[in-house]
């Protein structure tokens, strides 16, 4: 669909008695905000999105203040009569066969906790955290940029003689330009795929290491599941307004350049990927501490750490 005619059939869209109506579905303002979290995981605004899914803003817009496309509440309907989820009628990968309907129903209604615990033990029966004793030894760090990942990355390594891998230097070697000309040239999935190369090189390479990762690295799960198998993740807080300050202080706003209210983007970046930087095996917060505080308080829960895993 292309923008013309999208915006033709907005023009031709129930004004306001039957859109409100529909703003008020609990599906339409559910998927809306789904649409939203998963822009805000992957950084994106929604001008890029909308150009890369070839809608219009307005109608991207639309979709995620839950005025979307009313034929997903025909499909809802239909999974209802069926009896069956709509996942299941859309078809994703958990309907793909027996196996998967069964283990997505022993799955479905448990608590975080217990599907932590279930991830745990398939990752154990698989061969991934339990089969590596190197993990306790890699410490990687996560979280937003401007949270200190290079600087407090750099400051670990030296401090426990052991190498400092930067995960963004080591995509560029594999894709020979930068990580901004890998976006612009190739696109995300491309880098996407740079990325799941660069982390299982570091791994294999190096038993004990600091890796500081790229903060969108949580918005893959294939790539999180290798570094939460592998490595002793860190989670570097701070809060939004020190993030800001922090990446302002280098003279780079991305991915919030474009945007006019980039501390409102860096707000729901945090919140969309705060979820899954929260499965961090240790979390350090430092707002409010200097680069020698942080860096204590860091090196600190680190060496805490390892003594409670020794050799």
Wanted: charge should be negative; glycine fraction near 8%; hydrophobic fraction near 40%.
């Amino acid at each position: 669909m292309n923008e013309r005619t999208d915006d033709m059939l907005l023009a031709a869209a129930p004004e306001t008695g039957e859109l409100a109506e529909e703003a008020k579905n609990p599906l339409l303002v559910a998927l809306g905000e789904r649409v939203r979290n998963l822009r805000a995981r992957r950084g994106l605004t929604r001008k890029a999105v909308a150009q890369a899914a070839e809608v219009s803003e307005r109608h991207l817009a639309n979709l995620e203040y839950g005025t979307g496309n009313a034929s997903i509440l025909v499909l809802q309907q239909v999974a209802g009569a069926l009896q069956c989820p709509l996942a299941e009628l859309v078809g994703d990968v958990t309907t793909s066969s027996p196996e998967w309907l069964l283990i997505r129903e022993l799955l479905e209604g448990r608590s975080e906790a217990d599907l932590r615990r279930a991830r745990v033990a398939i990752g154990e029966l698989l061969g991934t955290a339990a089969s590596d004793p190197a993990r306790q030894r890699r410490f990687a760090l996560i979280g937003l940029r401007g949270a200190g990942k290079s600087t407090l990355g750099q400051m670990l390594a030296d401090d426990l003689d052991v190498p400092f891998i930067e995960l963004s230097r080591e995509i560029e070697k594999f894709a020979g330009c930068s990580v901004r000309e890998i976006h612009d040239l190739y696109g995300t999935n491309a880098y996407r795929r740079y990325e799941r190369r660069a982390l299982e090189e570091t791994v294999q390479i190096y038993s004990e290491v600091v890796i500081a990762t790229p903060g969108g690295i949580v918005s893959d799960p294939a790539t999180f599941n290798e570094l939460l198998a592998h490595c002793t993740t860190v989670w570097l807080q701070a809060a939004p307004e020190e993030h800001m300050g922090r990446v302002r202080a280098q003279g780079d706003t991305r991915p919030m350049a474009a945007s006019k209210e980039a501390m409102e983007d860096l707000r729901r970046i945090l919140q969309g990927r705060a979820a899954f930087y929260s499965k961090a095996d240790l979390k350090v917060d430092t707002t409010g501490l200097d680069l020698p505080a942080s860096f204590e308080l860091l090196r600190s829960t680190v060496r805490a750490s390892l003594a409670q895993h020794p050799h």
